[in-house]
């Protein structure tokens, strides 16, 4: 009897820790197949129109998926210790604890344990996978895409698969993306239209700046202006910039965004803007960001712990519920504050980190109350309000019956 006295903390924890754990990555499954839902269009356009397997879309879900893990773990683990805790403390599990000596603080050990984990897994996701994930997608789908457009080409017809160009080949070689005979009607510039005719041209790529372009050799240019001028060109190579129908700004945009960018380019090109006399507030902002979501996963354990062993009554619905309401407000005062940072309105580290602040602040004291067993009225009114409303709507419905 003596031994299991001893080892009842390491007991506890261990059982705490599992109920947590196995809730989290529940909660993480669900969030993640939820969210690719989102997707399903893109998944079917990339299947339908280009043709593309199985193992595509693995890798093109594989490359998304940071995206959505960056705000799915910190929600994950503030839902799943809500519901952990509030079957803990209906089940009188956590009276036990209390009875036989443990604090709130010390039964809160696993989940911290696990918000530690929580914290490094979500870091490496914001930090590395995330601008890794939106480039690798970007030309996983450029990818596809120039295979479309080479596959695409038909000879002898008027092919029409590139943005603002008609293209004409006597012969194509699919497979090395050589053309002959060819001629080009070219209606992208407004002012002037474009029609090129030579003797052969090659189809190539640019991963890096992910561009398609086609190498022309041995032909003419033919232009009309608006003046009514009439010019010829003759050239013995000339390089066509192509831009596919589908997805223009995907496939032929050059430059990085913010999302693509990984610490030490974000700060280089701080310095760069700082050097240039511009504001950089939208990527210091998006700098700490990557840091600043991760931390989150602390502020939310300090709600979580505190509003699961409340002694209201409860479901595992109504702790998804709170979880989601907290979560929902967190990322809206954070939107809000980042949005006020861009402006100039609020310094932009402070409007990055402001959320946690007021949040880990407000956690804190929640925490605090709960762990002197003080109640909290604000969780006893709205308690009180919900059954008074389902009071009143039973009411008018048993009225409605007789």
Known sequence: MSYIFRNMPKIINFYIFRETATAFALTIAIFAATSLLSKVLKLVELMVNYGVGPFIILKFILFIMPSFLIYIIPMSFLISTLIVYNRLSSDNEITAMKASGLSLVRISMPVAFIAFLAYIISSFFTLYAFPLGNLSSKRLLYDVAKTKASLGLKEMIFNDVFDGLILYANRIKAETGELDGIFISDSRDEKSSYVIAAKAGVLSSDPQSM???????NGTIHRAEENGLYKIITFNTYNLNLRLKENKTEYTDASKTNYELTIDQLQNRITDIKKAGHNPAQYVIDLHARFALPASIFVFGLFGIPLGIQRVRTTKFTSFTVGMVIALF???????????????VINPILAVWGADILFGAAGAIIFYKASKDSPMQLLLWLQEKKEATALHFKGMLMRRKY
């Open 211 to 217: 561009k398609l372009i086609l190498n022309l050799s």
């Open 330 to 344: 967190y990322y809206m005062l954070s939107t809000a504050m980042e949005s006020l940072g861009k402006k100039g």
